[in-house]
Nanobody, 116 residues
Framework: QVQVVESGGGLVQPGGSLRLSCGTS????????LGWYRQAPGKQRELVAS??????NYADSVKGRFTISRDNAKNTVYLQMNSLRPEDTAVYYC???????????WGQGTQVTVSS
């Protein structure tokens, strides 16, 4: 059974940094993490950043502050978040694609809270 495993969330002050990690476990030989979404209370889930075949894409609100990267040897995607703002507070979800059948998996989410 494939699982998407996220880590790295937490509480940080405005202007601080966090790094999120996303990998897979189980029989995940054809499953690759693609990117991060987030959902704040009362809002829709939105794309934060993605990395597909080496091409990165960012939401306008995080450009210049967040960086997504991939370690192919570990099949892990990272989201480095700098200059965090209170409006970045949300549950961050990683998504991964099974390239065999084009099925998408989601992680359980990790809470990021930016507050003084």
């Amino acid at each position: 059974q494939v699982q998407v495993v996220e880590s790295g969330g937490g509480l940080v002050q405005p202007g601080g940094s966090l790094r999120l990690s996303c990998g897979t476990s189980g029989s995940a030989f054809t499953v690759y993490p693609l990117g991060w979404y987030r959902q704040a209370p009362g809002k829709q889930r939105e794309l934060v950043a993605s990395i597909i075949h080496g091409v990165t894409n960012y939401a306008d609100s995080v450009k210049g502050r967040f960086t997504i990267s991939r370690d192919n040897a570990k099949n892990t995607v990272y989201l480095q978040m700098n200059s965090l703002r209170p409006e970045d507070t949300a549950v961050y979800y990683c998504t991964a694609q099974d390239v065999y059948n084009d099925y998408y998996y989601w992680g359980q989410g990790t809470q990021v809270t930016v507050s003084s």
